[in-house]
Structure formats: structure tokens, C-alpha cells
């Protein structure tokens, strides 16, 4: 059983449209829950984390935690063409302190 | 710009070279790590270091042997590699210890063993 899941994509959204993300992940205490973008050929950035149930905000990003469901979600709003990348999950087990990933969610925004 | 660098950005090697990875930050963090990223495969994590001593080693084949002389810099020496080990080599770093807080990624060296 995957760890973190990600439905690989790729994910096509219009221009200005809200990109919808999701990820699942497998250990029930976990508490750190962190979304990366990574451009094709370049490295994962931090775009956001979050750690209690809810929702928060940062800019056009927000990410959604439910963690009775286990899963973590990041929406983009007004997608841009340059929001066009892999978008990785990553969340913090309890079990050993390790940081897993999931496969990461290629979007595509087309103009 | 992260403040993590990485060299060689490219590196093509023979099964039977001998290669090393440099990484350095100029973040002042205190754990670093390195990271394997293969095509359609998850980020895999494969050492942690925290103030220089290692703390993770996720199972990782002897032919890959980490060094980590001080808190901002960190090796990685190939040998004797196979073509699967033909991969992204990220490194990254943190600042208040492994895993407490979020990382830093470098841009990678990108790997091909022939």
C-alpha cells in the first residue's frame, strides 16, 4: 500500500479556472502536511503547508486538511498558464520523523 | 535562488568510475539531506544529517556513501553504480533540525551511469 497517494494526471484546467488537487495518505497520526511545486526539470518549492484540519489560505493557493478522512487537498484559483507544473505532496510521519512524497499531480493550464 | 547548491548539475559516469556530489547551503540550517528522484517514482529519501551527525539511512546501497564534514556542506561518493541508479540527486536542508521544519531543495544533479 502507497504511503501518500496522488492521482499522477495530467490534471487540464483552463486559463482562470480552480485546479483541484488531491492526496491521500496511508498513517492516521501523521500531523505535517506540505504541498510542492516542481517545474519540469528543476526542483521541488514549498508552496504551502498546514497542519491543523481546515482550511488555509495563502494567496491563489489554498490547502484543505481532513484528517478523520486522511486525506489533503490544494486548490489554485484563477489558474495561470506559468501554475502549469508537478504539484507534490508530502506529509510527516510519526514513525520515524521521515518526510514521505507522493508521485505528484501534473497540471496543465492551457490558455 | 534557495541558498542550496549543487555540483555537478550534470554527470554522466561509467559503472566502474568514482564520483562525488557536492551540496552546500548558505542558509545557516542545521539538517541536510539527500533526495532521489527516477522517473514516475516518489521522491526517495535516502540520508539525513543533523549537526553533521547522520540520523536516517534509508536503506540506501553501500555503493552510495555519504559525507558530511560541517553544517553546510554535504557529499555524496559514487562507486561502482548500476544504470538504475541513473536518477535526480536533490539535496536539501532545513533549518532547526530534520524534519521540524520545511526544506529546501537545491537544483538537482542529474545523473546517467552507462
Known amino acids: 500500500q502507497k504511503e501518500v497517494e496522488q492521482n499522477s494526471g495530467p490534471l487540464s484546467v483552463p486559463e482562470g479556472a480552480i485546479a483541484s488537487l488531491n492526496c491521500t495518505y496511508s498513517?492516521?497520526?501523521?500531523?505535517?502536511f506540505f504541498w510542492y511545486r516542481q517545474y519540469s526539470g528543476k526542483s521541488p518549492e514549498l508552496i504551502m503547508f498546514?497542519?491543523?484540519?481546515g482550511d488555509k489560505e495563502d494567496g491563489r493557493f489554498t490547502a484543505q486538511l481532513n484528517k478523520a478522512s486522511q486525506y489533503v487537498s490544494l486548490l489554485i484559483r484563477d489558474s495561470q498558464p506559468s501554475d502549469s507544473a508537478t504539484y507534490l505532496c508530502?506529509?510527516?510521519?510519526?514513525?520515524?520523523?521521515?518526510?514521505?512524497f507522493g508521485g505528484g499531480t501534473r497540471v496543465l493550464v492551457k490558455p | 535562488e534557495t541558498g542550496v547548491t549543487q555540483t555537478p548539475r550534470h554527470l554522466v559516469m561509467g559503472m566502474t568510475n568514482k564520483k562525488s556530489l557536492k551540496c552546500e547551503q548558505h542558509l545557516g540550517h542545521n539538517a541536510m539531506y539527500w533526495y532521489k528522484q527516477s522517473a514516475k517514482k516518489p521522491l526517495e529519501l535516502m540520508f539525513v544529517?543533523?549537526?553533521?551527525?547522520?540520523?536516517e539511512n534509508n536503506s540506501v546501497p553501500s555503493r552510495f556513501s555519504p559525507e558530511c564534514p560541517n553544517s553546510s556542506h554535504l557529499f555524496l561518493h559514487l562507486h561502482t553504480l548500476q544504470p538504475e541508479d541513473s536518477a535526480l540527486y536533490l539535496c536539501a536542508s532545513s533549518p532547526k533540525g530534520w524534519f521540524s521544519e520545511t526544506q529546501y531543495f537545491g537544483p538537482g544533479t542529474r545523473l546517467l551511469v552507462l
Open positions: 498513517d492516521r497520526g501523521s500531523q505535517s
Open positions: 544529517y543533523s549537526l553533521e551527525e547522520r540520523v
Open positions: 498546514i497542519y491543523s484540519n
Open positions: 508530502a506529509v510527516k510521519f510519526p514513525a520515524g520523523n521521515k518526510l514521505t
